[in-house]
């Protein structure tokens, strides 16, 4: 895997095309849509389709196909794989990041973690910083939305201007 995360970043330089502001997007916002599979007790393999909504209201067709594009697994379609060099440098950092944190791992079959989804403190796994239902979690992914509101032709651009808006979020 290494060796291919290698590739893929000396490909990446060498491609003038190359937007890095597109790939911090998309990692930023590629597991988005599991606050909807949380809230709506839908299986986590469905997270990339809410993703994919979730992002194109906000930041249009290209970003979300970025953003929804980082699997490769056996629970993914055609759709959901990897295609362009953006995507493929996400999905490799998903899958580095995610062996590095996952506390418990289905051994087949798509995770639903139960509700009430528990968030901790990240120096100490059993600190719980607050707890969230299914309405708080529909109510958090709705305020997201209303916040983002349409940053597609903003992104485009000019893509850092994405990250002078000041975000409100409702209280935890």
Known sequence: ???????????????????LDVV????????IGK????????????????TYKFVE??????????????????SYGEECHPKTLTEKIVCLADNLASGADRREAPERGS?????PIKLTHVLNPNVVRCSMDSERLTGISKSLLENLGKLEEA??????GVFLH???????
């Open 1 to 19: 895997m290494i060796t291919k995360g290698v590739n893929l970043i000396l490909e990446a330089s060498l491609n003038l095309n190359f937007n």
């Open 24 to 31: 911090r997007a998309s990692a930023l916002l590629h597991d």
């Open 35 to 50: 606050l909807n599979c949380w809230a709506t007790r839908k299986p986590w393999s469905e997270h990339v389709y809410y």
């Open 57 to 74: 209201k906000c930041l249009g067709e290209n970003m979300a196909a970025h953003a929804m594009r980082h699997h490769i697994g056996p």
């Open 111 to 115: 995770f639903l973690p139960p509700l």
């Open 155 to 160: 992104f485009n651009k000019d893509s850092t």
């Open 166 to 172: 000041e975000l409100t979020y409702p209280q935890l």
